[in-house]
């Protein structure tokens, strides 16, 4: 005889892991997965927004998080919150300590009760020398579909982050990753998170210059389902998390880095597939 589920109970639990997290600012000690990542030696991250941004700039404390409109905002902020307590800040720490924290992140985001864990995918690949093109396609395939604009945003993103980890010299073998966390907007309150990441293992020619032979790489995508009536819901209590719009949680996250000083920038730009 099956025991009969006491639903009470049930949404008593619910709330009390969705109130320990928001009250919570320390770090989670367990996560559904962990990346592995921390054998990096550098990490790179462009945070990316799709859609249109319709939420109110002068939105503040629970309207934020009550009113559909204002849903790119809370999602931001939710993002921010996590991005804190795993003490994960690309745009003021150096890429050696982004590496170290870049789990941490990932298990922070995973632990976000608002987030619902939709798949993980993988693909990976080989290149020679700077050839991104075969890196973008695989992280575009991943994307899914997307339209022209936001595609060309997308390979944008790859090239800076790949430009910026074959620009500088580092030992004859190493590995470094770059990430995408983006939020896709599709309005009418919906919305989807997803960390795309790219783990780079790469090797300098014997004669110590900066070209690179054959090089490895794994893209991973981790995406999540935005529970926006849940949002409303809590909106009360969401109210005590900092305020973060789209734009300063992008900026929280980028990692700083000469936009001028990458070979060949605009070259794989204009290879940006066009949608028809």
């Known amino acids: 005889m099956s025991k009969k589920i006491n639903l009470k109970i049930v949404l008593m639990n619910i709330d009390n892991l969705i109130l320990n997290w928001i009250n919570n600012t320390q770090l989670t000690l ?23 941004d319709t939420s109110d700039k002068n939105a503040t404390g629970e309207d934020i998080f009550s009113k559909p409109k204002n849903l790119p905002t809370a999602v931001a902020s939710l993002l921010n919150a996590a991005q804190k307590k795993a003490d994960f800040h690309p745009s003021t720490q150096t890429q050696e300590v982004c590496a170290e924290k870049f789990d941490d992140y990932l298990l922070e985001v995973d632990q976000i009760p608002f987030l619902y864990l939709n798949e993980i ?14 890196i973008i396609d695989s992280v575009l395939k991943l994307y899914g579909d997307v339209t022209a604009e936001d595609e060309v945003k997308i390979t944008e993103s790859i090239t800076e982050m790949a430009n910026s980890v074959f620009s500088v010299k580092k030992a004859e073998r190493y590995k470094s990753l770059f990430s995408q966390p983006l939020i896709d907007y599709k309005g009418n309150d919906k919305a989807d998170f997803s960390i795309v990441y790219t783990s780079l293992f790469m ?25 926006s009536s849940l949002i409303h819901t809590y909106a009360k209590d969401l109210a005590k998390l900092t305020d973060t719009t789209v734009s300063e949680w992008i900026n ?25």
């Open 30 to 52: 367990n996560s559904h997965f962990l990346s592995n990542e921390n054998s990096s030696e550098t990490s790179i991250t462009n945070a990316l927004f799709l859609g249109e």
């Open 121 to 134: 995918i993988e693909d990976g690949g080989k290149f020679y020398n700077k050839d991104y093109d075969v």
């Open 203 to 227: 090797k300098h020619d014997k004669d110590g210059k900066s070209e690179l032979s054959e090089q490895s790489f794994i893209v991973k995508k981790i995406n999540y389902n935005v529970l």
């Open 252 to 276: 929280n996250l980028d990692t700083p880095y000469d936009h001028n000083s990458f070979e060949n920038f605009g070259k794989y730009l204009l290879k940006a597939k066009t949608k028809v």
